[in-house]
C-alpha cells in the first residue's frame, strides 16, 4: 500500500498533535519557522478530515530540513535540473534526505531500496530576498541554470534567458 507522509515543522505542529490525539487539536509551538506556508495554529477541519483517513505518518522536522532541501534542489549536485522551491515544499526533500542518513528514521516511514517516491513541490521563491538568504543565491540565477540544463539536454545552444519551451510554443 502506499503511505502519504505528512511533513511540519517543529513549531508548527498541529496535524501531529492531532493524529497523536485523534481529534483536531491546536499546535502549542510558536509558529516560529521558516516554512509560513505551513505555520498554522489549528487544522483546517476539512483538511483534516481527508488527512486523517489518507495520510499514514505525521512527521515534525526543524527549519534546516527546509534549507538543506531548498539548497539540494537549486544546486542540483547530482547533475539534475536546478529547481526554485520554497521552505514549505522542500521540507519533504529535507525528510527524505535525513532518512538517508538513519536507517531508523527510514526504517520507521518504510523507506527501503525498493520504494518508489513521489515529492509534491508546490511553491516557488515566495520571498525572493529570503530565498536568496537560504540558497546563497539569487531565483533568477537558479532559474538561468535551469534554461541551460534544459537547453544543454535538448542540444540546443545556450539562448541567455529563454528556454527550449518558449521556442516551442512559437512553433
Request: proline share 4%.
Given at each position: 500500500m502506499p503511505r502519504c507522509i505528512?511533513?511540519?515543522?517543529?513549531?508548527?505542529?498541529c496535524l501531529f498533535q492531532s493524529a497523536k490525539h485523534g481529534e483536531l487539536r491546536n499546535?502549542?509551538?510558536?509558529?516560529?519557522?521558516i516554512m509560513a506556508g505551513l505555520a498554522c495554529r489549528v487544522p483546517s477541519p476539512a483538511a483534516w478530515k481527508i488527512l486523517s483517513w489518507l495520510a499514514s505518518d505525521f512527521v515534525t522536522v526543524a527549519d534546516e530540513a527546509a534549507i538543506r532541501g531548498m539548497r539540494v534542489l537549486a544546486q542540483a549536485p547530482e547533475g539534475d535540473i536546478p529547481i526554485v522551491i520554497g521552505e514549505s515544499s522542500a521540507v519533504s526533500l529535507g525528510l527524505l534526505m535525513a532518512a538517508?542518513?538513519?536507517?531508523?528514521?527510514?526504517?520507521?516511514?518504510?523507506?527501503n531500496g525498493k520504494s518508489q517516491i513521489l515529492v509534491f513541490g508546490l511553491e516557488g521563491a515566495t520571498d525572493?530576498?529570503?530565498?536568496?538568504?537560504?540558497?546563497?543565491?539569487?531565483?533568477?540565477?537558479?532559474?538561468?541554470?535551469?534554461?541551460?540544463?534544459e537547453e544543454a539536454e535538448a542540444g540546443l545552444p545556450c539562448s541567455h534567458g529563454a528556454s527550449k519551451h518558449e521556442d516551442d510554443l512559437r512553433m
Open positions: 505528512i511533513v511540519e515543522p517543529t513549531q508548527a505542529d499546535t502549542s509551538g510558536t509558529l516560529d519557522t538517508g542518513d538513519n536507517a531508523s528514521l527510514r526504517q520507521k516511514l518504510g523507506i525572493p530576498r529570503i530565498y536568496e538568504q537560504i540558497v546563497g543565491t539569487s531565483h533568477l540565477t537558479v532559474f538561468e541554470a535551469q534554461a541551460h540544463f
